[in-house]
Structure formats: C-alpha cells, structure tokens
C-alpha cells in the first residue's frame, strides 16, 4: 500500500468511526411496547401512564410485585369494592405469565 493509499484508508476509518458515534448518541431508544396481553389497558390508564380519567389509577412506575399481586387479586376476587369490578372483567382472560410481563412493563414506564 502507498503513503497515499494508507492516509485514505485512515481517513475513512476515522470518518466511519465519526458517523457511527454519532448515529449510537442520536439515536433514542423507542419505546418497549405493552406486551400484546395489555393492548386493551391503555385506553384506561393512558398511553404514557397518566390516565385521562379522573377515577383511574396512575400504575406507571408502580412496584412490579405490588401491581402482580394486585392484578392476582382482582382475577381471584379477593380484591372488591370501589371499581374492582372493572379490573376484575379486565383480568379475567390473563395468564400469571400476561400479569407479570404487564406488572414489569407498568413499573418501567416513568
Ligand atoms: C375500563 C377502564 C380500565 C381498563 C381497560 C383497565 N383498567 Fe386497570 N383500573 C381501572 C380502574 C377504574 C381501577 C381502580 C379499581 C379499583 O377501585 O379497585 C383500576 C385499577 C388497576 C390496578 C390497581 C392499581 C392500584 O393502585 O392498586 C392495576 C394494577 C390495573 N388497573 C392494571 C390494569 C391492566 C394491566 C389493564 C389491562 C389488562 C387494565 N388495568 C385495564 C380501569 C381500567
């Protein structure tokens, strides 16, 4: 390789070094989804986790075990009383698997 073939070659590296940091800093991770299970959830407690509705609960960035446990509760009927019976209709049709995967994704949300 010439001198001139090598400065290329650098020159390059470093331009592709440059463009790359860039791309990694610019880039803002996207959202995680709600996992599929919780597609319905949002029209109540909001697309970012701040419900548009004055009588339903903020769970963004709530205790994961807290909201699973919750979620257990309303599908087992332990929890009553207030609006439980709209989260018991909500929760009827999950798995333990779809409850903690939401719990989880509630509690990430800020
Ligand atoms: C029709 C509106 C509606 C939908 C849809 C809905 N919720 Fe709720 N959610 C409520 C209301 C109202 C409450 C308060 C219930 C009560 O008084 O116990 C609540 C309570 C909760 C709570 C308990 C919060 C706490 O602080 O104890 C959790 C957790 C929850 N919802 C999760 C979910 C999940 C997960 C979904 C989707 C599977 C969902 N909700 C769908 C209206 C809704």
């Known amino acids: 390789m010439t001198k001139l073939h090598t400065i290329y070659a650098t020159s390059a590296l470093l331009v592709g070094g440059i463009f790359l940091g860039n791309t990694v ?31 339903v609960p903020i769970i963004a960035g709530q205790q994961p075990i807290y909201l699973a446990n919750a979620l257990r509760h309303y599908k087992n009927g332990q929890r009553t009383g207030g609006q439980a019976l709209v989260m018991q209709e909500m929760v009827k049709d999950l798995t333990d698997k779809d409850i903690e995967e939401l719990a989880k994704w509630f509690g990430e949300q800020k």
């Not at 989804?33 to 004055?54: K, Y």
Request: proline share 16%; charged share 15%; aromatic share 0%.
């Open 25 to 55: 800093v610019a880039d803002t991770p996207a959202p995680t989804p709600i996992p599929a299970s919780g597609s319905q959830c949002l029209s109540c407690h909001g697309e970012d986790g701040r419900p548009a509705l004055a009588d």
